[in-house]
Each structure stands twice: as structure tokens, then as C-alpha cells.
T-cell receptor, first 110, second 116 residues
């Protein structure tokens, strides 16, 4: 079966750094995505990792270790607008279908 | 910008009704997907299509069917709606099937369906 685990909720302070972890056990792997979803809105693409290592994009970075089945999303200089759900998803198969984790709800406090 | 649109943001139907949810994308994407999203369960794949008139079952296809007569349009059909199909339904599209490409999925705004 396919399994993706991430924490249900996290809380962090404005201006701080937060790391959201994701572990996966899947049959096959094309790549790993992180999406951001604000309440009542559609998920939007944040990052993609296909090779081991760190991908940096502004305040957001994402790390992948394929041998450990592990990824994390790092958010720096947190802002109130970063309060959202963060979804980890693994791409599988020839059609690149995504298997999603249940998401991590991040609350940024003043 | 890629745009994925869904026919309704909110829909209320009665048990037993036939329900059609429509999704249209304007980026000539080959792949289209239907998900439902429920608290504590995340996004779950119902059906997907990688070409016109082609469809494949996702993880929870029971009670649903789909239609893809044109490349830009992918419809989700609830043949006889039930209360346990009350959910947020999200459509998505992505390009191609080549490995190594990012091929991220672009999501529509969602349809919140309530079945009474």
C-alpha cells in the first residue's frame, strides 16, 4: 500500500523558522511535491524534489532523502499569511498521479 | 496562467439525485484528475484521465463515474448521490506523462457538495 505521514498541526511564531516533515512508503517514486492550501481555497504548488538534497526558493526550501523516504519543507521568516495547510504528495507511475498526505495545518502566531 | 475552472463553488442536492460536476482547463493538458477532500483524510483520488475518452480508477471510485469527451473538459458524475458523498471536490490538470518533468497539478477552486 501507499502511506504518507505528516504532522496534523503545528504552531509557530511570526518571524521564526518552522520545519514540516513528511515520510512516505510508496511503490514507485517519480518525485515529491509540496502544496500550500489556504482555508477554502485550492492547493497551490510550492516545491518539487526529484533528486536528494535541498531545493531553495525564497523563504521556502524543501529537502528530500529518497533512501530514507523522507522530506521536509522549511519556512523561514514566517509571516501571518503563511498560516495554511501544507500538503506533501508523492508522484507515482507513468501518469504521475499524486498520493497526498493528510496535510499539516500551520498556525502562525504574532 | 493556467486556469482550471469548476462549474459550481457550492451545490446542494438530495439523496438519490444524479449530480454532474464539471471541470474545464485551458492549458491543453493531457491529464485531468478528480479528488475529494475531507477533514482528517486529506485529498483522495477518485478518477483520473490521461487522454480523451480514457479513464482510470483512483483510490475511491465507488459511487462515481467520469466522462472525458473533449481534452479540456472532465466531468465527475454521482449516479445516485448519498449523504456520505458530502465533501469538497477538487479537479486538477497536468501536462504529459514524461518522467523527469515536474508535471505539477494545477487545481480548480473546488465544489463544496452537500447531499441532504
Amino acid at each position: 500500500g501507499q502511506n504518507i505521514d505528516q504532522p496534523t498541526e503545528m504552531t509557530a511564531t511570526e518571524g521564526a523558522i518552522v520545519q514540516i516533515n513528511c515520510t512516505y512508503q510508496t511503490s514507485g517514486f517519480n518525485g515529491l511535491f509540496w502544496y500550500q492550501q489556504h482555508a477554502g481555497e485550492a492547493p497551490t504548488f510550492l516545491s518539487y524534489n526529484v533528486l536528494d538534497g535541498l531545493e531553495e526558493k525564497g523563504r521556502f526550501s524543501s529537502f528530500l532523502s529518497r533512501s530514507k523516504g523522507y522530506s521536509y519543507l522549511l519556512l523561514k521568516e514566517l509571516q501571518m499569511k503563511d498560516s495554511a495547510s501544507y500538503l506533501c504528495a508523492v508522484s507515482l507511475g507513468a501518469t504521475n498521479k499524486l498520493i497526498f498526505g493528510t496535510g499539516t495545518l500551520l498556525a502562525v502566531q504574532p | 496562467d493556467v486556469k482550471v475552472t469548476q462549474s459550481s463553488r457550492y451545490l446542494v442536492k438530495r439523496t438519490g439525485e444524479k449530480v454532474f460536476l464539471e471541470c474545464v482547463q485551458d492549458m491543453d493538458h493531457e491529464n485531468m484528475f478528480w479528488y475529494r477532500q475531507d477533514p482528517g483524510l486529506g485529498l483522495r483520488l477518485i478518477y483520473f484521465s490521461y487522454d480523451v475518452k480514457m479513464k482510470e480508477k483512483g483510490d475511491i471510485p465507488e459511487g462515481y463515474s467520469v466522462s472525458r469527451e473533449k481534452k479540456e473538459r472532465f466531468s465527475l458524475i454521482l449516479e445516485s448521490a448519498s449523504t456520505n458523498q458530502t465533501s469538497m471536490y477538487l479537479c486538477a490538470s497536468s501536462s504529459g506523462t514524461s518522467g523527469g518533468k515536474r508535471n505539477e497539478q494545477f487545481f480548480g477552486p473546488g465544489t463544496r457538495l452537500t447531499v441532504l
